[in-house]
């Protein structure tokens, strides 16, 4: 089955650095990818949908300049947080759609704190 | 994409049905019905998902209503591990933009 590769599954930083986060579609050639958030408690909250070759659409609110996302392959999509601060700590889940349109699978999410 | 309404938290007995109920009142001619679920911690796992008619897999049975304003997300035997947040998205399944927007879900707790 088609399976996400979300790395790294948890990491920490200080504040004002920067972190790359990679989602990977293993199996699959992944033509669109999403990244999501999730805050404790919370349900998972869309951030940008990126799709191969093309720039990432942002959902209201969300900064573009702080969220980096790059679709640099089919198989591969980042985000990157600039210049991070403690209230981006969260949970980030990306997920990827084949070409077939066949549904979406999710990667296994990263715990980034920001300290 | 049709917002859906899902009742917050539901406990079930081990070993019994699980009956999640979902409202999608304004869903579109052309919107699927997905069920994702997410264990603590972890991302969203892929349950079922079903456009007009019944869908039955491994895991679980998907009943959709002839109005497609409603469905039903059945486990048939609960177990301690479908302890989860299950949620119910409508989404448009062809549509290369088609985003999974998700709601609050329903907490499932299952119990001994």
């Known amino acids: 089955g088609a399976v996400v590769s979300q790395h790294p599954s948890r990491v920490i930083c200080k504040s004002g650095t920067s972190v790359k986060i990679e989602c990977r579609s293993l199996?699959?050639?992944?033509?669109?990818m999403f990244w999501y958030r999730q805050f404790p408690k919370q349900s998972l909250m869309l951030m940008a949908t990126?799709?191969?070759?093309?720039?990432?659409?942002?959902e209201q609110g969300v900064e573009k300049d702080k969220f980096l996302i790059n679709h640099a392959s089919l198989t591969l999509s980042t985000l990157t947080v600039t210049s991070a601060h403690p209230e981006d700590s969260s949970f980030y889940i990306c997920?990827?759609?084949?070409?077939?349109?066949?549904?979406?699978?999710f990667g296994s999410g990263t715990r980034l704190t920001v300290v | 994409d049709a917002k859906t309404t899902q009742p917050p938290s539901m406990d079930c007995a081990e070993g019994r049905a699980a009956n999640l109920p979902c409202n999608h009142s304004?869903?579109?001619?052309?919107?699927?019905v997905y069920w994702y679920r997410q264990i603590h911690s972890q991302g969203p796992q892929y349950i079922i998902h079903?456009?007009?008619n019944n869908e039955t897999n491994e895991m679980a049975s998907l009943i959709i209503t002839e109005d497609r304003k409603s469905s039903t997300l059945i486990l048939p035997h609960a177990t301690l591990r479908d302890t989860a947040v299950y949620y119910c998205?409508?989404?448009?399944?062809?549509?290369?933009?088609?985003?999974?927007?998700f709601g609050a879900g329903t907490q499932v707790v299952v119990t001994p």
């Open positions: 997920s990827a759609r084949g070409r077939q349109g066949t549904g979406y699978t």
């Open positions: 199996d699959f050639q992944a033509t669109t």
């Open positions: 990126s799709n191969e070759g093309s720039k990432a659409t942002y």
């Open positions: 304004t869903i579109s001619g052309n919107e699927y």
């Open positions: 079903g456009l007009k």
């Open positions: 998205i409508v989404t448009l399944l062809m549509d290369s933009w088609g985003k999974f927007q």
